[in-house]
């Protein structure tokens, strides 16, 4: 309970922020515009077309050094805050561990990173040329599947209502099953579908670029927690992460001339995440390689954190 009370706080915090709101309008500007280049080259023809639309969006250098920014913005506060303003002394003494800090406000952070690209998926039907062909056939399976995602949409209210955090996660959870299971039997047993979606252009590049996203944006916010942790003002916070994530993004832009075969050249490609996009996560590929960097990353991003708490609660 401690740790979902203190989860709520800060993910309310950010909706409170002014520097969150300027950080999801320049995102969505920035995303706004590259949706609006692939959809001029998706109707070009040959060598000025586009074989994998969201290698517009994810594979331009002006979205990488945007998205640069915003995980130093996001996290600059969640730890260097409570130092400057001496709030830490008493949450660190609170009936809560170390971890369960880390974990509250590492998962709030998360979550509103995951709302500034829940905007971006009304670009997926244009870049995908999803066609819909609806059918008057409300099946059980498709009557599970909209309860289920109506108690989905419950648990957020409950929860932004401040109901009990364990009635919140078991509707939430009855509700994500419900639609999964309902929605994945409706269309794989009922003959007559409620919806039914085709896409022209292959939709695996969409989910390997989002599953893409999420990871390498909690490595990169696991980084920011980490040196929020280490210093008390915000903008020393945001700084320092920007100067940390920043090889692992220009990497891919400015590059000295290496062998290819050479070990300095390889482990380039292997940090380099904007790479990782433009070669796989964009075309439907999911290479274990960055996605084992962005797992561990992200761990032990936290672990260093928690080591940062513990320390400062020993002095």
Same mark, same amino acid.
């Given at each position: 309970?401690?740790? %979902? !009370?203190?989860?709520?706080?800060?993910?309310?915090?950010?909706? %409170?922020?002014?520097?969150?709101y300027?950080?999801?309008?320049?995102?969505?500007?920035?995303t706004? @515009?590259?949706?609006? %280049?692939?959809?001029?080259?998706?109707?070009?023809?040959?060598?000025?077309?586009?074989e994998?639309?969201?290698?517009?969006?994810?594979?331009?250098?002006?979205?990488?050094?945007v998205?640069?920014f915003?995980?130093? /913005? %996001?996290?600059? #506060?969640?730890?260097?805050?409570e130092?400057?303003?001496?709030?830490l002394?008493?949450l660190?003494?609170?009936?809560?561990?170390? =971890?369960?800090?880390?974990?509250?406000?590492?998962?709030?952070?998360?979550?509103?990173?995951v709302?500034?690209?829940?905007?971006?998926?009304?670009?997926?039907?244009?870049?995908?040329?999803?066609h819909?062909?609806? !059918?008057?056939?409300?099946?059980?399976?498709?009557?599970? *599947?909209?309860?289920?995602?109506g108690?989905?949409v419950?648990? /957020?209210?409950?929860?932004?209502?401040? *109901?009990n955090?364990g009635?919140?996660?078991?509707?939430?959870?009855?509700? *994500?099953?419900?639609a999964?299971?309902?929605? =994945?039997? @409706?269309?794989?047993?009922?003959?007559?579908?409620?919806?039914?979606?085709?896409?022209?252009?292959?939709?695996?590049?969409?989910?390997? !670029?989002?599953?893409?996203? /999420?990871?390498?944006?909690a490595?990169?916010? !696991?980084?920011?927690?980490?040196?929020?942790?280490?210093?008390k003002?915000?903008?020393?916070?945001?700084?320092v992460?920007?100067?940390?994530g920043?090889?692992?993004?220009?990497?891919?832009? =400015?590059?000295p001339?290496?062998?290819?075969n050479?070990?300095?050249?390889?482990?380039?490609?292997?940090?380099?995440?904007?790479?990782?996009?433009?070669?796989?996560?964009?075309?439907?590929?999911?290479?274990?390689?960055?996605l084992?960097?962005?797992?561990?990353?992200?761990?032990?991003?936290?672990?260093?954190?928690v080591?940062?708490?513990?320390?400062?609660? /020993? #002095?």
């Open positions: 309970r401690a740790t %979902l !009370s203190l989860f709520r706080r800060e993910f309310t915090a950010y909706f %409170l922020s002014p520097v969150a300027v950080a999801l309008a320049v995102f969505l500007l920035v706004g @515009h590259l949706f609006y %280049l692939a959809t001029g080259q998706l109707t070009e023809t040959g060598a000025d077309g586009v994998y639309p969201l290698q517009v969006l994810l594979g331009d250098e002006k979205f990488w050094l998205f640069l915003i995980p130093p /913005l %996001l996290t600059m #506060r969640l730890v260097a805050e130092r400057g303003t001496g709030t002394e008493a660190l003494t609170a009936p809560v561990r170390d =971890w369960q800090v880390v974990v509250a406000k590492f998962a709030a952070c998360f979550l509103f990173y709302v500034l690209w829940l905007p971006t998926l009304a670009y997926l039907p244009v870049l995908l040329d999803v819909a062909v609806w !059918s008057p056939a409300f099946t059980p399976f498709g009557i599970t *599947a909209l309860a289920g995602g108690l989905v419950l648990s /957020l209210l409950l929860f932004a209502a401040g *109901a955090g009635l919140v996660a078991f509707v939430g959870l009855v509700g *994500a099953v419900a999964g299971v309902g929605g =994945w039997l @409706h269309a794989t047993k009922d003959p007559e579908q409620l919806v039914m979606l085709t896409a022209n252009i292959d939709p695996y590049p969409a989910l390997t !670029s989002y599953v893409g996203v /999420l990871l390498a944006g490595m990169f916010l !696991s980084l920011g927690l980490f040196v929020s942790s280490l210093v003002s915000q903008l020393v916070a945001a700084m992460a920007l100067v940390l920043l090889p692992l993004v220009v990497a891919a832009f =400015w590059r001339d290496l062998d290819a050479s070990v300095a050249a390889r482990v380039v490609a292997f940090v380099s995440v904007p790479d990782h996009f433009r070669r796989d996560f964009t075309r439907g590929l999911l290479d274990t390689r960055p084992v960097l962005y797992a561990t990353a992200t761990l032990f991003g936290l672990f260093l954190t080591r940062s708490l513990e320390a400062r609660r /020993l #002095r």
